[in-house]
């Protein structure tokens, strides 16, 4: 119930939201029309917004949340560093806890990686790989200045910088800027359920990988890199590799002297059921790119992490000019590297790895039973990160029509029942903190079904 006190603070923050704030990823003038959601406070896995109301947070408030909002832990490590100092610059300058940061992501991260470039937001660490790949062969020597290009993979999502955008590829958010951005070679990225090859897996032999192989190939000598999400395509609708494409990109990337850079910025820490979805497969990049979960989603930081080779690369006399110039204000920001301190050692008392393996079961048991609705065309998932598609005829695979909406009405009817969760298009995400309990997962996955159900 709420209180009149409560209700004019409610409407005077509803207000102050519509007339000044600029959502990001939103349709302002539909904003504007609706009742929009505010939330106060978090707790565990639910969010609270200012009317009083509880919800589940079905997709991790954007894939970061990892042990859960309002952890006591985390809440007092941010304390005790904001005790100390809660920024300064990495610029010139050392810190503890970026110090302690970036040893433990080394003890985590695949082995071939060994330095930590630091920045704060998914969409950096991207660009700084980029730039790092490009920069490592301008001064490898004549020999590799032809390797200029970096190869992508369609309808990729990297984030939202002009580089990150350039090895993007999704056209809905992406077209627009194509004057702006640097030129791309591409990969088809695996998508089984609607083959861009017309074939079907097993029985294709993984003809996907092969073509990609050919493109890494014939355009190894002017192709500093490569760049991929792995093991699951998360924007572009959570699209799941086939088994065995990543190992075979790794090694294509490897024959032909590209550089590997993976981006884990959506399955890092421990969303696909392992730490790095790199795991799966056994993939040693030469970079990869870490975000969202990497302080248990409390704050921004991000960090891309390199192999000794590369980083080799720009060693040398100030006259050499093999400086890497860049860095952002609040590189290496202390309260956010201490909070990710303690969530890489929550993950370590809670067992949280071990503890989500029967949580990933059910998970899947529950995302089966989606197949059997009428408008379910195919739900994907690997670990605790699914994608369920919607289509309008499920033998023809056709979709609906845009302007329907129907992605998002779903959305709206689970939030009636509690249920926060943000679809892609007509892909329903669901990716909840990975400290969920089996209960409150029974929950959200019935909310979800009966939602889809209703369209
Ligand atoms: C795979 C991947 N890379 C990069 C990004 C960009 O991260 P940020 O939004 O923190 O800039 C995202 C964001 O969703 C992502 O999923």
Known sequence: MENNGYKDFAEKIEKLDKEFVWHPFTQMLDWEKEQNIIIERGEGVYLYDIRGNKYIDGVSSLWVNVHGHNNPELNEALKEQAGKISHSTLLGLGSVPSSILAEKLIEIAPKSLKKVFYSDSGSTSVEIALKVAFQYFRQKGAAYR???????????????TIGSVSVGGIELFHSIYK?????????????????????????????????????????????????????????????????????KIEKACKDNGVLLIIDEVATGFGRTGKMFAAFHEDISPDAMCVAKGITGGYLPMAATLFSDEIYEGFLGNYRDDKTFFHGHTYTGNQLAAACAVKSLELFKKYGTMNKIQPLINRFNELLKDFNDLENVGDVRSIGLMAGIELVKNKETKEPFSAEKMTGHRIILNARKAGVIIRPLGDVIVVMPPLAIDEKTMDVLMSVIYDSVKKI
Not at 146 to 160: E, F, L, Q, V
């Open 146 to 160: 032809n390797k200029k290009k970096i190869i992508a993979a369609t309808s990729a999502y990297h984030g939202d």
């Open 179 to 247: 004057p702006l951005l640097f030129e791309t070679l591409r990969i088809t990225y695996p998508y089984c359920y609607r083959c861009p090859f017309n074939r079907t897996y097993p029985d294709c032999g993984l003809y996907c990988a092969g073509e990609a192989e050919k493109v890494i190939k014939v355009h190894a000598e002017e192709s500093c890199a490569l760049i991929i999400e792995p093991m699951i395509q998360g924007a572009s609708g959570m699209i799941t590799m086939p088994p065995g494409y990543m190992k």
